[in-house]
């Protein structure tokens, strides 16, 4: 499943995780805009994210 960090600006005490089986992330100058299948997940003022990271869940290894 595809899952983000969204790092504030700020600091750690901002900072984001979204999931969602089918998300979707498209970057601009000016946004970082999540979208599902159905629509519109989350928007985020690039101003405010000091980096993104994809951290997707691994599979346990046995």
């Known amino acids: 499943m595809p899952r983000y960090l969204i790092a504030h600006t700020a600091g750690p005490s901002g900072n984001t995780y979204i999931d969602e089986p089918e998300l979707a992330v498209e970057l601009s100058d000016s946004w970082a805009v999540f979208t599902t299948p159905t629509g ?3 928007a985020v003022p690039a101003q405010h994210i000091a980096y993104i990271q994809r951290d997707d869940d691994q ?3 046995e």
């Open 59 to 61: 599979p346990d290894e």
């Open 40 to 42: 519109l997940a989350l």
